[in-house]
Nanobody
Framework: QVQLVESGGGLVQAGGSLRLSCAAS????????MSWYRQAPGEQRELVAT???????NYADSVKGRFTISSDNAKNTVYLQMNSLKPEDTAVYYC???????????????WGQGTQVTVSS
């Protein structure tokens, strides 16, 4: 019914930039929150950034000042602009959304399948 599809990952040198996109598709009525998580090999999945209501944002301390989360509500899409990338940013990045379906009162949680970001030194 609903899919979250990430794109924009790849290989980049330290100090470079990438822009990730996550498009939500399906019978969506509204999106409450969209977030980016990441998981490095052997590590716990961690929250990177969240956007709520289209303009309220928060970030993990490790990315604050370097990453920017934004959204296009009309397109049900969230972005993560990543600047000044470091090797420790290497991980699979996952999109996460809390949203309402059409004709439904309940908010549901959805995960994307992830996109690989690799930062070389």
């Amino acid at each position: 019914q609903v899919q979250l599809v990430e794109s924009g990952g790849g290989l980049v040198q330290a100090g470079g930039s990438l822009r990730l996109s996550c498009a939500a598709s399906g019978s969506i009525f509204s999106i409450g929150t969209m977030s980016w998580y990441r998981q490095a090999p052997g590590e716990q999945r961690e929250l990177v950034a969240t956007i709520t209501g289209g303009d309220s944002t928060n970030y993990a301390d490790s990315v604050k000042g370097r990453f920017t989360i934004s959204s296009d509500n009309a397109k049900n899409t969230v972005y993560l602009q990543m600047n000044s990338l470091k090797p420790e940013d290497t991980a699979v990045y996952y999109c996460y959304a809390v949203l309402r379906l059409r004709w439904d009162r309940i908010y549901y949680n959805y995960w994307g399948q992830g996109t690989q970001v690799t930062v070389s030194s």
